[in-house]
């Protein structure tokens, strides 16, 4: 309350009272009141200068005609801007080109931290190692089902992949199962196990584990040797992996592992790219207006697939 100096007695009220204690009736004081005219004004000029009134479709604009959006679009205009001429670079090269180059892998491997983030961090972690047994590949270990190398991440991401194993518990019996459970442990950990290897021949394990058990990349299957484990080394587990198979439609108890393809189209020019060099033949000459349709699924684009592969083969697992 402002000072009064004269006796308080003098001083109206206003008739409250509490506990003995009585309200005098003096003015605010000046500087307050004008901190309270001045802020009215700041709003009316807030209101004139910037959007501030919601209308039924729109609100109004302000004179000076400033919005969230526009200068977030502005901003990000400027960032475009910087990137267009590394982003045109890129787009020209391979996966393989930007790897040897070090100022396009650093900018690959910066601008594919968002991307990676918004796409493929949900599944494979934010540094690509999942959590364990989640069911999802480790990206920073050097074990790769469909390959490593820096093309076979790329035709990964585009296309997808959905490796199958057939569930096996209508083919075993119970202790045939226990052996192949135990025969899979064993060559994990490098333990010999010849009546586990004679009936994992003998019940056709082979044709997509191969021979030795290493797995055979273009089938997608897994190496049995290493102690590298998608699901889980546990014993248990392991049985229910061969009961139960992996992506088998006929066995509700299965497996679910898919990876969703990103796009269609990329995945067609990558494979026809291949044939092309296994052929020695010029990619000048491919005429894309006779291998694409035009209307493949694209969600992703061919220069973020690029980078996405060359970011994932940065992770330290590349082949």
């Keep these: 309350m402002a000072e009064n100096k004269n006796n308080p007695s003098q001083v109206g009220d206003t008739g409250h009272v509490w506990d003995g204690i009585r309200e005098l009736d003096n003015p605010c004081p000046r500087w307050w009141l004008n901190s309270l005219w001045l802020s009215g004004l700041i709003v009316i000029v807030y209101f004139i200068l910037y959007p501030s009134l919601p209308l039924i479709n729109d609100s109004t604009k302000g004179l000076l005609g400033w919005t969230q959006i526009k200068e977030f679009k502005e901003d990000l205009a400027k960032v475009e801007a910087i990137r267009a001429p590394f982003e045109t670079q890129l787009a020209a090269m391979s996966a393989e080109e930007i790897l040897a180059d070090q100022e396009m892998l650093n900018y690959a491997v910066g601008s594919s931290k968002v991307l990676y983030g918004d796409n493929c961090a949900a599944c494979h972690g934010t540094g690509g190692a999942p959590a364990e047994a989640a069911g999802y590949p480790n990206l920073t270990d050097d074990d790769w089902l469909f390959g490593g190398s820096v093309n076979e991440i790329q035709m990964s991401i585009a296309n997808g992949r ?109 494979q026809v790219r291949a044939d092309a060099i296994a052929d020695e033949e010029d990619l000048n000459d491919i005429d894309w207006s006779d291998e694409l349709e035009g209307d493949e699924a694209e969600r992703l684009t061919e220069t973020e697939i690029k980078k996405l592969a060359v970011y994932v083969y940065q992770f330290g697992g590349g082949q």
């Excluded at 198979?245 to 898919?258: F, K, L, M, Q």
Aim: charged share 20%; with cysteine; aromatic share 6%.
């Design 162 to 270: 959905a490796g199958t194993m057939m569930a096996h518990a209508n083919l075993l019996n119970e202790t045939e199962v226990d052996q192949l459970v135990q025969f899979v442990v064993d060559s994990s950990n490098g333990t010999a196990n010849e009546a586990g290897l004679a009936l994992f021949n003998a019940k056709g394990c082979f044709a997509c584990h191969g021979a030795d058990a290493k797995g055979i990349k273009a089938m997608g299957s897994a190496n049995l040797t290493d102690k590298i484990w998608r699901f889980s080394g546990d014993e248990e587990q392991i049985r229910h992996t061969i009961l139960h198979g992996v992506n088998d439609a006929s066995d509700p108890e299965t497996r679910i592992a898919v990876m969703p393809q990103w796009s269609e189209k990329v995945a067609i020019m990558l």
